[in-house]
Structure formats: C-alpha cells, structure tokens
C-alpha cells in the first residue's frame, strides 16, 4: 500500500505545478521504511491541505517533523499552512527556518513577501522583491506595487519609467503612471532635489518638458543608455520643433541605430532653423560629416570637415 502511494506522489510530481514547490524530500539520513512513512504523511499532509483543512494537515507534518527533524521542505509546509490559516507569525517563523537552510529559494522568498505584505510590512517586502529581481528581472512589475502599496510614489514613478525605456508597460501600468506624473505636486514626486541619475532626468522631464533638463538628460543618455536616447531625441522634437540642437540629436541617435540616410535627412532639415550662431553651425557639419563617413561617402565626409574649418575661421 505504502508503495503505491510514493507512486501516486512520483505521478503527481510530474504532472502538477503546485506540487512542484510540494515536493517530498526523500532522506538517505532514515531507513526505507520510516522513509516510506514520511512520505506517507508528507502526503496526507499536501492532501489535507488541498481540501483546506490547514490545520490536520499540520499534524501530519508534525509526524514528518519527528521522522526527520528540521527539514527544510517541511519548515516551508508548515509556513504555507499556517498562513492559510492566518496565523502569519507562525507562518514567518517556519518558513524563515526554512529559509535559514535554502536562502535563495524562490518560493519561500515570494511565499515570505506575501506574509510580510499581510502584516503591511512593505520595507522589508520590497528589500526581499528586489532580490528576486536581481535573478528574475520580470518580476520588476510586482516591485512598482510594493512600492505603491507603502507609498513610495517617486521609486513606483522612476521603475515605471525606467522599465518603460527598457521593456514597456502593462496597460494598467501605464494609466498608473500618467495619474501619478499628473499628481506630481501633492504627492511630492516631482523630482525637486540634486538631479544626478539618467532616471532622476527622466522624472523631472515628464513632469515639467523642461528644455534645460531635456539638454541635461540627452547628455547623460548618450553615454548610458541608447535606447533611452532615442526615444526622448525624438520627443524632444516633438516637443521643441524649432530648437535646432535637437535635430543634432536626433542625428546622434539615428546614426547609433545604424540609420544614416535619416541622419542627414534630419539634419538638413534643422539647418533651416539655425539662425548666425557658428558653433551650432558646426554641430550640424560635424554630424554631417560623420553620417556621410559612416555611410562611406568619402567626398561628402570631407566637404563637410572643410566647411568646418572654414566657419572656425
């Protein structure tokens, strides 16, 4: 009989998800026959568990406990069942313990911030999600309502942004993220101390289209982060339609993407605005002629170099 119980388990470790954070630990350190009782138990206890009673389920651990002392694969039953049945200190208690032999262990960390999220505890429950990010950089969604949920608005904003340069936002997200820029002034997110990272610009531009900030976060972009680049290079002339710098940019951005043709096209198109200032002048022949080197035409690339030296003159 005991037999064809490991079977049943073995068979529903195969097949099912849930039983795959479940798992029977099997233990050299006791005989076949006490191994065999543990997982007897060990499986009464997800069985009970399953129909919802928390707290038989609990007693059948109780016998694994006394079968193999302090096993981590247990601890964490116990915590699962004890926060199911909303008794959330025992529930830290254990699944700590477990945690204290598998600290890395992605479920119990997830099952750990849960807890930590019913007892409003959201420090600490951030602290723990950005670890899970660390190795799971998906899970960056689940981090912006942490930091919602304790009200750190201005860290919810600069992820939003961060993770909308990088890999998009959800539609809920997005919604989210305009209520929050357009709330800026009550809740303090407006970014109004010392700006000094690429995402400190972010914020501050989305808050107030600040050309001077735009100027400031085009600089730091284009040596930190391409993509970042291009996006605002594009809305920045969107935005500032005749500020002919912008179209330098914008140039810088096209050529980083391989899009030469475009370049020049932008660039032509922004000397119409450059009004008897030289040093401008220069920066639209300086990425003429660079777009012209990179796309290989020699003769353009040095036309251009000699209307440099020309106007420095």
């Known amino acids: ?36 009782q543990f ?26 406990n006394e079968i193999l002392p302090g096993n981590t694969t247990v601890f964490f039953e116990f915590s699962k069942n004890y926060y199911l049945l ?10 700590n313990k477990a945690l ?13 911030i849960e807890i930590l999220k019913k007892e409003k505890n959201f420090k600490r429950a951030i602290k723990l999600q950005k670890q899970l990010v660390k190795e799971k950089p998906n899970k960056q969604e689940n981090l912006v309502y942490l930091y919602l949920q304790d009200e750190d608005y201005d860290n919810a904003l600069r992820l939003m942004l961060k993770m909308e340069s990088e890999v998009g936002l959800s ?13 800026n002034d009550n809740r303090n997110i407006s970014v109004k101390k010392k700006l000094t990272t ?40 969107s935005l500032f339609p005749v500020q002919p710098l912008l179209y330098v940019y914008r140039a810088k951005a096209l050529n980083q993407k391989n899009q030469y043709q475009k370049a020049i096209q932008v660039l ?14 220069n920066e639209f022949y300086k990425e003429l002629a660079n777009s012209y080197k990179l796309l290989g035409n020699t003769n353009k690339y040095k036309e251009f170099l000699e209307k440099i030296k020309y106007n420095d003159k």
């Open 198 to 237: 690429l995402q400190d610009y972010i914020v501050d531009f989305e808050s107030n289209n600040s050309l001077e900030v735009l100027f400031e976060l085009l600089n730091l972009a284009e040596k930190e982060n391409s993509n970042v680049f291009y996006q605002y290079t594009e809305k920045g002339l």
């Open 1 to 36: 009989m005991k037999r064809v119980i490991l079977l049943i388990v073995l068979f529903l470790g195969f097949n099912s998800f849930c039983f795959s954070q479940d798992s029977i630990p099997v233990s050299k350190d006791v005989g076949e026959e006490k191994n065999l």
């Open 100 to 112: 204290e032999k598998d600290s890395k262990n992605y479920w119990m960390l997830l099952h750990l």
């Open 39 to 64: 997982q007897e138990f060990f499986f009464k206890a997800l069985s009970e568990k399953a129909i919802r009673n928390y707290q038989k389920a609990i007693l059948y651990l109780e016998k694994c």
């Open 171 to 183: 539609d809920n997200l997005k919604e989210i993220k305009e209520r929050l820029l357009k709330v």
């Open 268 to 281: 032509k198109t922004g000397l119409d605005f450059v009004v008897d200032n030289p040093s401008v002048l």
């Open 86 to 95: 909303g008794r959330n200190q025992e529930a830290k208690l254990y699944v």
